[in-house]
Protein backbone atom coordinates (compact mmCIF):
# COMPACT_ATOMS: atom_id res chain seq x y z
CA UNK A 1 0.00 0.00 0.00
CA UNK A 2 1.00 3.58 -1.04
CA UNK A 3 1.34 5.73 2.33
CA UNK A 4 0.14 9.11 2.08
CA UNK A 5 3.59 10.87 0.86
CA UNK A 6 4.90 8.32 -0.63
CA UNK A 7 7.38 9.53 -3.36
CA UNK A 8 7.63 12.92 -1.56
CA UNK A 9 10.69 14.67 -0.99
CA UNK A 10 11.14 16.60 2.42
CA UNK A 11 13.83 18.98 4.13
CA UNK A 12 12.89 19.76 7.69
CA UNK A 13 15.87 22.58 8.82
CA UNK A 14 16.45 22.61 12.20
CA UNK A 15 15.34 18.97 12.46
CA UNK A 16 17.27 17.31 15.37
CA UNK A 17 15.22 17.52 18.25
CA UNK A 18 12.09 19.29 19.04
CA UNK A 19 9.68 20.62 16.58
CA UNK A 20 11.76 20.01 13.75
CA UNK A 21 12.13 16.33 14.79
CA UNK A 22 8.34 15.91 15.36
CA UNK A 23 8.00 16.99 11.77
CA UNK A 24 10.53 14.99 10.48
CA UNK A 25 9.00 11.44 12.06
CA UNK A 26 5.19 11.95 11.03
CA UNK A 27 6.94 12.61 7.64
CA UNK A 28 8.74 9.87 7.14
CA UNK A 29 5.98 7.40 9.23
CA UNK A 30 3.82 8.74 6.55
CA UNK A 31 5.69 7.97 3.46
CA UNK A 32 8.23 10.31 2.81
CA UNK A 33 12.07 10.72 2.58
CA UNK A 34 13.48 13.10 4.46
CA UNK A 35 16.60 15.16 4.50
CA UNK A 36 17.41 15.63 8.75
CA UNK A 37 19.26 18.51 9.53
CA UNK A 38 20.90 20.76 11.93
CA UNK A 39 24.05 23.71 11.69
CA UNK A 40 25.56 21.66 15.06
CA UNK A 41 24.21 18.86 17.13
CA UNK A 42 25.64 16.27 14.46
CA UNK A 43 25.59 13.39 16.78
CA UNK A 44 21.68 13.89 17.24
CA UNK A 45 20.85 14.49 13.62
CA UNK A 46 22.77 11.74 12.28
CA UNK A 47 20.62 9.02 15.39
CA UNK A 48 17.70 10.32 14.36
CA UNK A 49 18.55 9.98 10.14
CA UNK A 50 19.86 6.07 11.04
CA UNK A 51 16.40 5.32 13.52
CA UNK A 52 13.94 6.57 10.58
CA UNK A 53 16.48 4.51 8.63
CA UNK A 54 15.10 3.86 4.96
CA UNK A 55 14.58 7.18 2.83
CA UNK A 56 16.46 9.64 5.48
CA UNK A 57 19.95 10.94 5.46
CA UNK A 58 21.36 13.85 7.51
CA UNK A 59 23.11 17.17 6.33
CA UNK A 60 24.72 19.11 9.02
CA UNK A 61 24.21 22.57 7.32
CA UNK A 62 23.96 25.82 9.36
CA UNK A 63 21.60 28.11 7.22
CA UNK A 64 22.60 31.64 8.08
CA UNK A 65 25.65 29.99 5.66
CA UNK A 66 24.54 30.58 2.10
CA UNK A 67 27.42 28.30 1.22
CA UNK A 68 26.12 25.84 3.62
CA UNK A 69 22.44 25.71 2.90
CA UNK A 70 23.23 25.17 -1.33
CA UNK A 71 25.28 22.11 0.06
CA UNK A 72 21.87 20.61 2.35
CA UNK A 73 20.13 21.50 -1.29
CA UNK A 74 22.48 19.96 -3.37
CA UNK A 75 22.92 16.40 -1.20
CA UNK A 76 18.92 16.60 -1.36
CA UNK A 77 19.02 16.67 -4.69
CA UNK A 78 21.31 13.79 -4.94
CA UNK A 79 20.15 11.61 -2.88
CA UNK A 80 17.12 11.97 -4.17
CA UNK A 81 16.80 13.83 -7.44
CA UNK A 82 14.26 16.14 -6.25
CA UNK A 83 12.18 18.65 -3.79
CA UNK A 84 8.62 18.19 -2.78
CA UNK A 85 8.49 20.26 0.93
CA UNK A 86 10.38 22.28 2.13
CA UNK A 87 9.96 23.07 6.02
CA UNK A 88 11.56 26.24 7.67
CA UNK A 89 11.67 25.39 11.09
CA UNK A 90 15.57 26.16 12.27
CA UNK A 91 15.78 29.05 14.09
CA UNK A 92 18.09 30.93 16.58
CA UNK A 93 17.08 33.36 19.57
CA UNK A 94 18.25 33.89 23.46
CA UNK A 95 16.35 35.89 26.14
CA UNK A 96 16.57 38.83 26.27
CA UNK A 97 13.76 41.24 28.19
CA UNK A 98 12.18 43.76 26.23
CA UNK A 99 12.78 46.48 28.62
CA UNK A 100 16.13 46.44 28.52
CA UNK A 101 17.96 47.64 25.15
CA UNK A 102 21.54 47.76 25.92
CA UNK A 103 21.37 44.05 26.48
CA UNK A 104 20.23 43.00 22.87
CA UNK A 105 23.44 43.55 21.87
CA UNK A 106 23.97 44.04 17.86
CA UNK A 107 25.70 40.78 18.12
CA UNK A 108 22.59 39.32 19.55
CA UNK A 109 20.11 41.04 17.29
CA UNK A 110 22.20 40.36 13.99
CA UNK A 111 22.64 36.48 14.08
CA UNK A 112 19.09 36.39 15.09
CA UNK A 113 18.06 38.10 11.65
CA UNK A 114 21.04 35.85 9.74
CA UNK A 115 19.76 32.38 10.91
CA UNK A 116 15.79 33.06 11.29
CA UNK A 117 15.18 35.43 7.95
CA UNK A 118 18.46 35.74 6.02
CA UNK A 119 19.16 31.88 5.95
CA UNK A 120 15.40 30.85 5.81
CA UNK A 121 15.16 33.57 2.23
CA UNK A 122 18.35 32.44 1.06
CA UNK A 123 17.50 28.68 1.00
CA UNK A 124 13.63 29.03 0.03
CA UNK A 125 15.22 31.13 -2.93
CA UNK A 126 17.83 28.54 -3.62
CA UNK A 127 14.86 25.46 -3.30
CA UNK A 128 12.30 27.30 -5.35
CA UNK A 129 12.89 25.98 -8.77
CA UNK A 130 12.93 22.42 -7.71
CA UNK A 131 9.81 22.91 -5.42
CA UNK A 132 8.15 24.15 -9.18
CA UNK A 133 8.89 20.63 -10.49
CA UNK A 134 6.54 19.50 -8.02
CA UNK A 135 3.16 18.84 -8.89
CA UNK A 136 2.31 20.00 -5.20
CA UNK A 137 5.12 22.29 -3.84
CA UNK A 138 5.70 23.50 -0.01
CA UNK A 139 7.34 25.87 1.58
CA UNK A 140 6.01 25.88 5.64
CA UNK A 141 7.20 28.50 7.65
CA UNK A 142 7.46 27.68 11.76
CA UNK A 143 6.86 30.83 13.25
CA UNK A 144 5.79 32.22 16.12
CA UNK A 145 2.85 33.88 18.01
CA UNK A 146 5.82 36.36 18.85
CA UNK A 147 5.18 37.45 15.05
CA UNK A 148 1.47 38.49 15.90
CA UNK A 149 1.83 40.03 19.05
CA UNK A 150 4.24 41.96 21.01
CA UNK A 151 5.73 38.85 22.54
CA UNK A 152 8.92 36.65 22.31
CA UNK A 153 11.55 35.70 23.78
CA UNK A 154 13.29 38.91 22.34
CA UNK A 155 12.14 42.20 20.63
CA UNK A 156 14.41 40.97 17.63
CA UNK A 157 13.21 37.43 18.09
CA UNK A 158 9.40 38.99 17.44
CA UNK A 159 10.86 40.81 14.51
CA UNK A 160 12.37 38.03 12.31
CA UNK A 161 9.02 36.15 13.24
CA UNK A 162 7.01 38.68 12.01
CA UNK A 163 9.21 39.21 8.59
CA UNK A 164 8.42 35.36 8.51
CA UNK A 165 5.09 35.96 8.79
CA UNK A 166 4.72 38.95 5.83
CA UNK A 167 7.18 37.13 3.36
CA UNK A 168 5.46 33.89 3.68
CA UNK A 169 2.33 36.25 2.27
CA UNK A 170 4.75 37.43 -0.14
CA UNK A 171 5.88 34.24 -1.72
CA UNK A 172 2.33 32.66 -1.63
CA UNK A 173 1.07 35.62 -4.10
CA UNK A 174 4.03 35.38 -6.17
CA UNK A 175 5.35 31.91 -6.80
CA UNK A 176 2.55 29.79 -7.13
CA UNK A 177 2.03 27.30 -7.66
CA UNK A 178 4.24 26.32 -5.17
CA UNK A 179 2.24 26.47 -1.74
CA UNK A 180 3.63 28.56 1.41
CA UNK A 181 2.49 28.54 4.41
CA UNK A 182 3.00 28.93 7.99
CA UNK A 183 2.56 27.59 11.38
CA UNK A 184 2.50 30.28 14.25
CA UNK A 185 3.06 28.35 17.59
CA UNK A 186 2.33 29.82 21.35
CA UNK A 187 4.81 28.20 23.83
CA UNK A 188 6.17 24.59 23.17
CA UNK A 189 7.25 21.99 25.48
CA UNK A 190 10.85 21.54 24.02
CA UNK A 191 14.43 21.01 25.30
CA UNK A 192 14.78 24.80 25.11
CA UNK A 193 11.75 25.43 27.08
CA UNK A 194 12.40 23.09 29.72
CA UNK A 195 13.49 25.31 32.22
CA UNK A 196 10.55 27.86 31.86
CA UNK A 197 8.20 26.54 34.02
CA UNK A 198 6.52 29.94 34.78
CA UNK A 199 6.05 30.27 31.52
CA UNK A 200 4.50 27.04 31.04
CA UNK A 201 2.07 27.08 33.79
CA UNK A 202 1.14 30.69 33.02
CA UNK A 203 -0.18 29.25 29.37
CA UNK A 204 -2.06 26.46 31.12
CA UNK A 205 -3.69 29.22 33.75
CA UNK A 206 -4.82 30.89 31.24
CA UNK A 207 -5.24 29.35 27.58
CA UNK A 208 -8.73 28.08 26.89
CA UNK A 209 -6.93 24.60 26.18
CA UNK A 210 -4.75 24.48 29.33
CA UNK A 211 -1.64 23.57 28.32
CA UNK A 212 1.34 24.32 26.32
CA UNK A 213 2.14 22.43 22.83
CA UNK A 214 3.50 19.74 22.38
CA UNK A 215 6.47 19.02 18.78
CA UNK A 216 3.30 17.03 17.72
CA UNK A 217 0.58 19.76 17.80
CA UNK A 218 2.82 21.51 15.71
CA UNK A 219 3.56 18.52 12.93
CA UNK A 220 -0.20 17.97 13.32
CA UNK A 221 -0.54 21.83 12.00
CA UNK A 222 1.97 21.32 9.62
CA UNK A 223 0.12 18.05 7.96
CA UNK A 224 -3.15 19.67 7.91
CA UNK A 225 -1.52 23.00 6.03
CA UNK A 226 0.26 20.07 3.72
CA UNK A 227 -2.91 18.31 3.09
CA UNK A 228 -4.91 21.15 2.30
CA UNK A 229 -4.00 21.51 -0.92
CA UNK A 230 -5.92 24.84 -1.75
CA UNK A 231 -4.38 26.53 0.93
CA UNK A 232 -1.83 28.94 0.38
CA UNK A 233 -0.64 32.60 2.73
CA UNK A 234 -2.12 30.90 5.67
CA UNK A 235 -0.67 31.61 8.60
CA UNK A 236 -1.88 29.24 11.50
CA UNK A 237 -1.73 30.26 14.92
CA UNK A 238 -1.54 26.88 16.99
CA UNK A 239 -1.59 28.34 20.54
CA UNK A 240 -4.29 26.63 22.25
CA UNK A 241 -6.15 30.04 22.14
CA UNK A 242 -3.38 31.81 24.24
CA UNK A 243 -3.82 34.81 21.45
CA UNK A 244 -7.58 35.12 22.28
CA UNK A 245 -7.24 36.43 25.89
CA UNK A 246 -4.19 37.82 25.77
Do not use: C
Not at 145 to 160: H, K, L, N, Q, W
Amino acid sequence: MMSEFSGKVAIVTGSSSGIGEAIARRLHALGAAVVVNSASTTEAGEKLAKELGDNAIYVQADISDKAAGERLLAATIERFGKLDILVNNAGWTTVVPHTDLDALSDEIFARTFAVNVTGTWMLTKAAMPYLKLSDDGNVVNITSIAGVRPAGSSIAYAMTKAALNHMTLLLAKSHGPVRVNAVAPGLVATPWTKDWQTHHENVKARAPLKRSATPDDIADAVLGLLRARYATGQILVVDGGLTLVV
